[in-house]
């Protein structure tokens, strides 16, 4: 079984920057595909980015040239730099696990909250 704990949410304004980190545990991390999903209020979840175990990465377009999603393999960890906040940034973050084997994600995290006041 994986286990996920993601770290680094906070409130924040406008322009500053937060780097977002999860751990992964329990499984053969360079076998997994790893994504940060967020939610805002009264939305449906999205995919913010993902990297595949070769660094190959997915931004969406709403975060692109702000955001950079990067992985250690030597930690298990994979970071979230996400830079020129916007208050539309605003929401849970998710980190998750899809093998890739898989086509959905099959783990997930509890969740960090990020706020961006303007």
């Known amino acids: 079984q994986v286990q996920l704990v993601e770290s680094g949410g906070g409130l924040v304004k406008a322009g500053d920057s937060l780097r977002l980190s999860c751990v992964f545990y329990?499984?053969?991390?360079?076998?997994?595909?790893m994504g940060w999903f967020r939610q805002a209020p009264g939305k449906e979840r999205e995919l913010v980015a993902a990297?595949?175990?070769?660094?190959?990465?997915y931004d969406a377009e709403s975060v692109k040239g702000r955001f950079t999603l990067s992985r250690d393999h030597a930690k298990n960890m994979v970071y979230l730099q996400m830079n020129s906040l916007k208050p539309e940034d605003t929401g849970i973050y998710y980190c998750a696990a899809q093998h890739r084997s898989s086509s959905t994600y099959d783990y997930w995290g509890q969740g960090t909250q990020v706020t961006v006041s303007s």
């Open positions: 990297i595949t175990p070769g660094y190959s990465t």
């Open positions: 329990g499984q053969t991390f360079s076998l997994y595909v």
